[in-house]
Nanobody, 121 residues
Framework: QVQLVESGGGLVQAGGSLRLACAASGRIFSINTMGWYRQTPGKQRELVAAITSSGSTNYADSVKGRFTISRDNAKNTVYLQMNSLKPEDTAVYYC???????????????WGQGTQVTVSS
């Protein structure tokens, strides 16, 4: 079994910063892409940022220049540093990882439980 534990959400004023973390544990042979998605009521979950095992990154246009994704492969952890936060960044943020539990397994897509980020104006 694989578990993803997220931390770091909360309430912050516009212009402030938050750092999200997501740690994967359990049966893990390798981790491919790690990323963060967000969702607001009535809308589809959208990609915020992703990082491959080699360190290549991809960002949503709305967060470029403000958010930074990084990972610590030794700790199986992905981070999202969010600066210059705006009220429109308010959402539930979900960690997503693609993990191969054992050698020879197909990679599986795992989701965290979600963490609320609220930005007040």
């Amino acid at each position: 079994q694989v578990q993803l534990v997220e931390s770091g959400g909360g309430l912050v004023q516009a212009g402030g910063s938050l750092r999200l973390a997501c740690a994967a544990s359990g049966r893990i042979f390798s981790i491919n892409t790690m990323g963060w998605y967000r969702q607001t009521p009535g809308k589809q979950r959208e990609l915020v940022a992703a990082i491959t095992s080699s360190g290549s990154t991809n960002y949503a246009d709305s967060v470029k220049g403000r958010f930074t994704i990084s990972r610590d492969n030794a700790k199986n952890t992905v981070y999202l540093q969010m600066n210059s936060l705006k009220p429109e960044d308010t959402a539930v943020y979900y960690c997503n990882t693609v993990i191969r539990p054992r050698p020879g397994d197909l990679p599986y897509n795992y989701w965290g439980q979600g963490t609320q980020v609220t930005v007040s104006s």
